[in-house]
């Protein structure tokens, strides 16, 4: 290996480890100013289509993230002027405002972001806005999450995703797409509910994560342990890829005393909910979900703080990759209509390693089931 390409190597890592401290440094940031935070979000004409100036704005929206009150600056407020009128009202409301951090959604790019707008009212006004926010107030909210859960917390369109997995009503969202298109046709009346509604999801999810109640597509609500927040999916999967090794260390007792023996499913259970006791202080054995498709089923374990169900399967030489997706895709099905399960954990043990391809099973049952989060993990090793 080359001094050339072994100093690059060191370069990356260090520009890595540079970008993970500041963003390390931006969430505490927002964390200790989020009570006086404001949310802001606009809709506009397509950028891809527009090459010869700065695009046009429909609509910006606002929202107080502690109060939840929300305001519109909307082409439709104006007979004459509009997009003039609304962007110079946008930028004298955020003078006023100049000591809040501002929370976006990916407004950090050429296209879509305060240095846009700031061009925008230039190019109709042919003066520079009375305010624009330093750097040090902007906050993306998707960065933010995506520094703490990681870049796959959610599938694409990651908005709209995370909205679903967290149960938030959409009656207006509209797409950057679709958006473009109300605008070709003038309808900004549809451009600036969507706009509200968007102000109020980012304000709500943002909400979630500061309290540790956002659930991603691998990670559910945060629990406190030993002075520190830990993630109440992961804790649970980790709990079971060390089962095998807590039941062999059970085996070796001081003189030969009784000891657990993990014969049958009953075991298993037994010795997860005791582990799951070191965690979570109410859990719920075994209960009926509500019936579906005219019959219930019992549910292993339900941990109702952090709204999470656990199913414990294990598997057996007769099962196969195809039967074992068909029982748990029943399992799955059930539970959307518990009121108290968020997150669903199939957890299936596979000391045998009789399920030949593990990882495929794991992310193609792994999905979002009518609002119903789940996380297949298969314990092979």
Known sequence: MGLAYQFSLLLELSLNNQAMATLDLKLKDFAARAESAIVVHYGCESWFEVKDRPVA????????????????????????????????????????????????????????????????????????????????????????????????YADHPKFYNIAVMNGFEKRHLLTGKEEAERFKNGDHGDIRRSIIEKTKL????????????????????????????????????????????????????????????????????????????????????????????????RIDFILPEVGLAIELKHSRPTLTEKELGDELTIDIAAYPAHPAVRHLVCLVFDPGGYILNPRGVERDLS??????????RIIDR
């Open 367 to 376: 999905v979002i089931k009518e609002k119903l989060l789940v996380t297949v």
């Open 57 to 152: 704005v429909s609509c910006v929206g606002v929202l107080e993230l502690q109060s939840g009150t929300s305001k519109a600056f909307s082409q439709i407020d104006y007979r004459e002027n509009g997009e003039q009128l609304l962007l110079e009202e946008f930028f004298t409301w955020l003078r006023g405002n100049a000591d809040a951090p501002l929370l976006t959604w990916n407004m950090n790019m050429a296209e879509f972001s305060f240095d846009a707008l700031s061009k925008r009212y230039r190019f109709l006004s042919g003066t520079d806005p009375s305010y624009i926010p330093p750097e040090d107030h902007r906050f993306d909210l998707d960065q933010l999450i995506a520094f703490r859960y990681g870049r796959g």
């Open 202 to 297: 980012i304000g709500f999810l943002a909400n979630l994560f500061l309290e540790g109640r956002l659930e991603t597509k691998s990670s559910g609500r945060l629990l406190t342990f030993a002075g520190e927040r830990l993630d109440s999916v992961q804790v649970v999967t980790t709990i079971a890829q060390r089962l095998l090794f807590v039941e062999r260390q059970l085996l070796v007792r001081h003189s030969n005393r009784p000891t657990l023996k993990v014969e049958n499913e009953y075991d298993l259970q037994d010795l997860f909910h005791s582990l799951l006791r070191l965690f979570f202080d109410d859990i719920r054995k075994e209960e009926f979900s509500p019936s579906y498709a005219g019959s219930s089923k």
